[in-house]
């Protein structure tokens, strides 16, 4: 007999796991969001704030892969919302590395 975690997804395929989602998601947490001042929880909005806050700790084909695309262009440009602060940080740093080179090359020319 398999083994079976809290939620019974251990050893599921992954067409039972989008349904158990899909069901938990009607059942108990679309209730409780409700419950709580958020309208209109669905699976679709779990899925991309899955793919928006992983994107602060992994690559996009590290999201493809726990999306289950094929194409990681879909989890990029469906699923994958910008986050101002993280654009504003790689703004940032790219702005001071550049600066950081172009300083470098500034004192080699003066020397």
Known sequence: MAQRD??????????????????????????????????????????RTFATQFQKHGTVKDAQTQLRHSDAGTTMNIYTQEIPSSVKAAVEALDQKLCGVLNTIEHGLKM
């Open 6 to 47: 809290f939620l019974g997804l251990r050893n599921s395929s992954p067409r039972n796991i989008v349904d158990r989602t899909l069901a938990m998601t009607r059942r108990f947490l679309a209730p409780l969001a409700k419950k709580n001042g958020i309208e209109g929880l669905t699976f679709q909005c779990l899925r």
